[in-house]
């Protein structure tokens, strides 16, 4: 093969790397609001609260809907898309309450991945409808997530908020799913905070807002509304767990508990009580199910016959060589 043909060969390669490899990306899972891939589908955003989504397919789209108020000057929203990721392009389309007909679209192929807005003013009142896609819809994957908000400009929004709690461990949850339903629309959106939540209402509008967390019972649905302007603070929800905690009793007081002794209510820890279990011997603070290097050393000297009792529970209550082998197997990482 001469130098020229080598060339002209990997000058090829090249080209067809370039031209394919944006088109093939990592995986990545479908956003918490699929299928919304049609307005009859289209998920419902809640005034100033943010929504994650990403192109996880050739091709896909996301949809949103809110409901507007034409309120003379203070009818107008911006919708926007934020913390574009490095391979995202998004394109955002405002559609009439048909679903159909477009209203507004705005994107800057030429400035690539970064934020997106479209500031509108809404002439009556309704449900309308918002289509993101990729500007190259052959782009998906991972580098294609972004973040999507509504906000009312110039509203005179009340605010509800409070902490989400455990109602046995009085403990703050995270990823609860939040959704507030009014004019025959429902909005979810995943609290990105810790236990603690806010949610942004039209006033005198009446809400109808549940609470949904992995392990728990649905909170029941509360109506509620605000005022213009008002904040309501102190509104503190209390989720039930599906299967109550576990406490053993802890009568040596070195953080583990005799599984005989355990408890299941719904309460918060108890006095005398822990969460870790498979103490053998709960009379002696000096042996529990911990492992460590100086516990090993005391158990070749109790297979030395130089001390006598171990100072970790075994299986069988009884000490061998097959034990310490295991036990020093663990400590230098072979188990």
């Known amino acids: 093969m001469n130098m020229s043909r080598l060339k002209f060969r990997i000058f090829l390669a090249v080209c067809v790397y370039c031209l394919i490899f944006p088109y093939f990306a990592l995986a ?6 699929e299928e919304d891939n049609s307005f009859s589908y289209a998920s419902g955003i809640l005034n100033a609260t943010v929504q994650h989504h ?49 209203i507004e679209e705005w994107d800057d192929p030429l400035k690539g991945t970064i934020d997106e807005t479209i500031t509108w003013k809404c002439n ?27 906000t009312r400009v110039g509203g005179n929004d009340g605010i509800i908020k409070g902490v989400i709690k455990d109602k ?38 009446t809400y109808s807002v549940k609470f949904e967390a992995a392990g728990y019972e649905t909170f029941p649905a509360q109506n509620v509304s605000v005022k213009p302007l008002q904040e309501i603070s102190g509104v503190d929800i209390y989720l039930t767990p599906l299967i109550p905690p576990v406490y053993y009793r802890d009568s ?6 005799d599984p005989k002794t355990s408890i299941q209510v719904c309460i918060s820890l108890p006095q005398g009580y ?3 279990s498979g103490d053998c011997n709960d009379a002696d603070p000096a ?12 158990m070749l000297r109790i297979f030395a016959g130089i001390n006598t009792a171990p ?12 034990d310490v082998i295991h036990l020093l197997q663990i400590i230098a990482g072979l188990r």
């Open 252 to 257: 040596d007081g070195d953080g583990y508990g």
């Open 311 to 322: 100072p970790i529970c075994l299986k069988d209550h009884r000490l061998e060589m097959s």
């Open 287 to 298: 042996i529990h199910p911990t492992l460590s290097l100086p516990d090993v050393i005391a």
């Open 274 to 276: 822990v969460t870790k």
């Open 124 to 150: 009556k009142n309704g449900i309308y409808y918002v289509k993101i896609r990729h500007f190259d819809p052959g782009v998906f994957g991972d580098g294609t997530e972004y973040d999507l908000k509504v």
């Open 28 to 33: 990545i899972q479908p956003d918490a609001y």
């Open 54 to 102: 990403n192109f996880h397919a050739a091709g896909d789209q996301d949809w949103v809907k809110f409901y507007a108020f034409n309120e003379n000057d203070e009818g107008r929203y911006m919708i926007t898309a934020t913390n574009v990721g490095s391979r995202c392009n998004v394109v955002i389309e405002l559609y009439d309450t048909d679903g159909v007909t477009l």
């Open 168 to 205: 046995c461990s009085s403990q703050k949850i995270s990823g609860v799913k939040i959704t507030a339903t009014a004019n025959g629309v429902s909005s979810t959106f995943i609290n990105p905070f810790v236990g603690d939540y806010m949610i942004s209402l039209i006033p005198n509008t």
